[in-house]
């Protein structure tokens, strides 16, 4: 499914439409194209997380593979190609580990995602050792 002239805020919300309407499968779709319409690597933007974007589309229509893959990208640090600028570098491992704690608490805060809070390949991915931010 192409975005079909949506605009990019539309293909965000469409698969929480045809979700809640009992549409699974046309649910599905609008993810992909929403997924495509998403800026990769996938950044989101820690003070305004995403309650009702791609990751957590993923992860409430059970879509964990592709949900992992953005965590990955979520936490991953940004890619700066400069090797003389050691700062840089540790702002990148920062970001990381930054990501890491905001992901781990929004999965603690968000009850769509309770059955994600025991997963073994999310809890390794985010590194959850932290008893605070143990879901």
């Given at each position: 499914?192409?975005?079909?002239g949506?605009?990019?805020?539309?293909?965000?919300?469409?698969?929480?439409?045809?979700?809640?309407s009992?549409q699974?499968?046309?649910?599905?779709?609008?993810?992909?194209?929403?997924?495509?319409?998403?800026?990769?690597?996938?950044?989101?933007f820690p003070?305004?997380?995403?309650w009702?974007?791609?990751?957590?589309?993923?992860?409430?229509?059970?879509?964990?593979?592709?949900a992992?893959?953005l965590m990955?990208?979520?936490?991953?640090?940004?890619?700066?190609?400069e090797?003389?600028?050691?700062?840089?570098?540790?702002?990148?491992?920062?970001?990381?580990?930054?990501?890491?704690h905001t992901?781990?608490?929004?999965?603690?805060?968000?009850?769509?995602l309770?059955i994600?809070?025991?997963?073994?390949d999310?809890?390794s991915?985010l590194?959850?050792?932290?008893?605070?931010?143990?879901?």
């Open positions: 499914m192409d975005l079909l949506l605009t990019r805020n539309d293909a965000l919300i469409n698969p929480w439409i045809n979700w809640h009992g699974a499968e046309i649910a599905l779709e609008s993810l992909e194209a929403a997924l495509q319409a998403v800026d990769r690597p996938y950044r989101p003070l305004r997380f995403p009702d974007g791609v990751l957590a589309a993923s992860l409430v229509m059970g879509q964990k593979e592709t992992l893959e990955r990208e979520a936490i991953a640090p940004p890619n700066f190609n090797e003389n600028y050691a700062w840089v570098l540790q702002a990148g491992e920062a970001y990381g580990s930054n990501m890491r992901l781990a608490s929004w999965l603690k805060l968000d009850p769509r309770e994600w809070r025991d997963d073994p999310v809890l991915l590194e959850i050792n932290d008893p605070s931010l143990n879901p």
